[in-house]
């Protein structure tokens, strides 16, 4: 006779390797599920991010360096200059947006400044600390903003390709202006070539005509305009720590705006500065 047990046995073997199978099968369709789902969440942050920076850009056009003769040796006993040399002392970086970005504050943006040996992180002006005179204590380094060609001139803001603005860096000074005083200083150190004791006679920088020649233009499109002057506005900043620049120094700027999106810039000030003294450069 046969017996049927042994069958049995089987059957329930077979049924329970094949709830094992579905159960594994089950839990891989979850894991590759939950990688799927991941992966396209990654994708999709990625994209959006990728979409920002481009958008969110801006398009770096000419970086011009001033050329200021400065006095590098002073005697105070005598008042008397008895040598000079031609250094850049501010430098603009024009901009404008890119096709099709989206509306871009440049208040918000960040420059990342390496030169000299020096390293520094402005702001704008706006969001920086500015120095005080009495007691005397440090600022931070700022960027101002100045525009060139736009739809609204007074809010830093390109609003398209068109608008065109400038990033100023004022180099080895420092600023508090306020609507009834203008207080200036000048950093005094072994590396800063400027001799800072001759900013105390007014002749840090020999001008031919210093009633008509400033060595800087202190204005912002955002700050308000002091009333003293056509080249002064009320703004707070302490670059007085990045020197001037001699010739043949490189710079290395990035740019980097609210949403990320980084622009970098190596620039050059050239062998030769003397034939460009209170005039202009392209670096």
Do not use: C, W
């Amino acid at each position: 006779m046969f017996s049927t047990q042994k069958r049995g046995q089987v059957g329930i073997g077979t049924l329970i390797v094949f709830i094992a199978m579905v159960l594994v099968a089950a839990i891989a369709a979850g894991v590759l599920i939950n990688t799927a789902g991941l992966l396209q969440a990654q994708a999709q942050q990625t994209g959006e991010e990728t979409t920002a920076e481009v958008s969110g850009g801006v398009n770096p056009q000419t970086t011009l360096g001033r050329v200021a003769n400065v006095t590098t040796k002073y005697d105070p006993s005598t008042n008397t200059i008895q040598k000079t040399d031609a250094f850049v002392n501010e430098i603009r970086i024009t901009v404008t947006g890119t096709s099709g970005s989206d509306p871009i504050n440049l208040t918000k943006t960040t420059i990342t400044y390496e030169a000299n040996g020096q390293t520094a992180f402005l702001s704008h002006e706006s969001e920086a600390e500015g120095p005080t005179f009495v007691p005397m204590t440090r600022g931070e380094p700022a960027y101002l903003i100045e525009a060139v060609h736009a739809e609204n001139e007074s809010n830093a803001i390109i609003s398209d390709e068109h608008d065109t603005y400038q990033f100023v860096i004022p180099l080895g000074v420092a600023y508090n202006i306020t609507s009834t005083s203008t207080n200036e200083k000048f950093e005094v150190s072994p590396e800063n070539p400027m001799d800072t004791t001759a900013s105390a006679y007014g002749d840090l920088f020999p001008q031919e005509d210093p009633e008509t020649q400033d060595p800087y233009t202190v204005r912002d499109v955002t700050a308000p305009d002091q009333g003293f002057g056509d080249n002064i506005d009320e703004v707070a900043f302490d670059n007085a720590g990045l020197y001037v620049l001699p010739s043949d120094e490189r710079v290395h700027l990035t740019i980097t705006t609210a949403t990320g999106s980084k622009r970098t810039l190596d620039v050059s000030t050239g062998a030769s500065l003397r034939d460009a003294e209170g005039g202009a450069i392209i670096l």
